[in-house]
C-alpha cells in the first residue's frame, strides 16, 4: 500500500473506532481481515486484555470442518465466537468493525455473532 492509502486507512479506523469501548461484561469485538483469513477478538479495554479470540486456524481444528467461500467462513467464525462468548457468560458485544467498510466478510462475522446468539 501507498502512504496515501495507509493514512486514509488509519483516518478511517480512528474515526470508526474512537468512541468504542469495551468493558468485561460488554467487550469490543475487533476484526481483521486479510486476503485469505479474518480474525475476530474480544477486548476488555479497561483491563487491556484479549478475553477470547477466533479465526480460521480455530475453524480448521474442528472435526466436520469444510472449507467453504471466505463469506460462509466468516459466518461460522461469528457463530463460533459467539457460542464461545456465551459460554463465559457474556451475552452482549460492541462491535468494531476498523476500517474495514460493512459488507462482504464483515457484515457476515456480525450477522454470524447475532445468529449465534450474541447481541451486538
Known amino acids: 500500500m501507498t502512504n496515501i492509502n495507509l493514512d486514509r486507512k488509519s483516518r478511517r479506523k ?29 477486548i476488555d479495554d479497561i483491563k487491556r486484555k484479549t478475553i477470547l479470540s477466533f479465526s480460521n486456524c ?8 469444510k472449507k467453504g467461500k471466505k463469506r460462509e467462513d466468516s459466518k461460522k467464525i ?22 474495514y467498510a460493512y459488507n462482504g466478510r464483515v457484515k457476515a462475522l456480525a450477522e ?9
Open 14 to 42: 480512528r474515526r470508526v473506532s474512537s468512541d468504542i469501548h469495551g468493558t468485561n461484561d460488554r467487550p469490543r469485538i475487533s476484526i481483521f481481515r486479510s486476503n485469505r483469513y479474518i480474525y475476530a477478538q474480544a
Open 58 to 65: 480455530d475453524l480448521k481444528k474442528d472435526t466436520d470442518f
Open 78 to 99: 461469528g457463530i463460533g465466537l459467539a457460542k464461545k462468548l456465551i459460554e463465559k457468560k457474556i451475552k452482549t458485544g460492541i462491535f468494531d468493525r476498523g476500517s
Open 112 to 120: 454470524g455473532l447475532r445468529e449465534g446468539g450474541l447481541k451486538i
